[in-house]
């Protein structure tokens, strides 16, 4: 699963939580970071081969502290307990649902994982993994991150008010995100290494993150000199 997570960033967020679509974000993607710092740190293993699955590359035999069930329930936890102080230390807004909204957000990258991975998931430690394996069937595979992604983005714009040119700017970041799925997903490529490819996750990752956040303030500045 790939541009899929950023669905429930999408749709999670809402007038009512007021989290920062950056944010969530970093929250659907929580794990990923985590795998990815490891497995540059050589701690988690990823072996990279090219038709591994029909949709993947990616073989990642050992990845217990970032992708088991415990753990990621575990870090889901740790995110919504910490989002609080960390906004009340850097005087970031908070709402009461916030929390929670954070801990589904991590947590919904292990179910969407579940869903796309092959039997790469380990229930606890390196054992017991389980996983669906839509990755061996590339269209479906496709056809459903495109989906989740469509949904996400159709009731982030009715949920939370904006000005048109937001608006836009939202359906084009997101038409964007389908290209690079595209070139994922299609495009064939020789395998990079295990480390520069978390080191790509790691990029390309923080860079929608930058996007989502320069996004959310398209058309704001009218707004307050309008006040
Ligand atoms: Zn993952």
Not at 146 to 170: D, F
Not at 189 to 211: A, H, I, S
């Amino acid at each position: 699963m790939f541009v899929g997570h950023y669905s429930v960033g999408f749709a999670a967020k809402s007038e009512t939580n007021k989290i920062p679509l950056w944010v969530l974000f970093i929250a659907v993607q929580f794990l990923d970071y985590i795998w990815a710092t490891l497995v540059l740190l050589g701690i988690e293993k990823l072996r990279v081969i090219k038709g591994f699955t029909e949709g993947s590359m990616l073989d990642s035999y050992f990845h217990p502290y970032s992708h088991s069930l415990i753990m990621a329930i575990l870090w889901s936890c740790v995110a919504a307990i910490v989002y609080k102080p960390i906004c009340r230390r850097l005087g970031f807004v908070y709402t009461k649902s916030a929390s929670l909204v954070i801990g589904v957000a991590v947590f919904s990258h292990w179910i969407l994982d579940l869903i796309a991975h092959p039997r790469d998931l380990a229930i606890y430690d390196n054992t017991w993994k389980v996983g669906f394996g839509l990755w061996n069937y590339r269209d479906p595979e496709f056809a459903l991150e495109i989906a989740l992604l469509a949904v996400g983005i159709m009731l982030y714009l009715a949920r939370n008010a904006m000005p048109a040119i937001r608006k836009g700017s939202v359906i084009a970041f997101g038409l964007a995100l389908v290209v690079i799925q595209i070139g994922d997903t299609y495009v064939p490529r020789n395998p990079l290494t295990d480390k520069q490819t978390v080191m790509g996750v790691w990029v390309f990752y923080t860079l929608f993150v930058l996007l989502a956040f320069f996004i959310e303030r398209i058309g704001s500045r009218r707004q307050t000199n309008a006040r």
